[in-house]
């Protein structure tokens, strides 16, 4: 059995809470507005109690920051979060680009000369 530090250090690490679907989903939503945890589960269908705890794991991993206004509490995307995300995919992304002009230049060719 894991033990719960073990859990919780999952929970926080950015790219094991962005592998869920609903999670990515949350992410999209609150991209376009503010939005509360009410708003934010309207647009699914799953219990309420569930999305609060896919809120709390991309709290606790800071891809979303929370505003109290009143009563009500707020989720905001963060910005530098997900830019750290995005700066570390960009290599990758360069790469396969590369690869993938590579292999057309070589496809071309190939039917150019087939022809």
Request: proline share 3%.
């Amino acid at each position: 059995m894991q033990s719960n530090s073990y859990t919780m250090n999952l929970r926080r690490d950015v790219f094991q809470a962005i592998a869920d679907p609903t999670r990515r989903a949350i992410l999209t939503l609150v991209a376009s507005q503010v939005m509360t945890a009410g708003a934010i589960a309207s647009n699914f269908d799953t219990a309420r109690p569930t999305i609060s705890k896919h809120l709390q794991i991309l709290t606790e991993c800071k891809l979303l920051v929370q505003e109290q206004k009143g009563r009500e509490v707020y989720y905001n995307l963060n910005p530098d979060k997900m830019k750290e995300i995005a700066d570390f995919v960009e290599p990758f992304r360069k790469m396969w680009d590369d690869r993938f002009n590579k292999l057309e230049t070589v496809l071309k060719n190939l039917k150019k000369d087939g022809k």
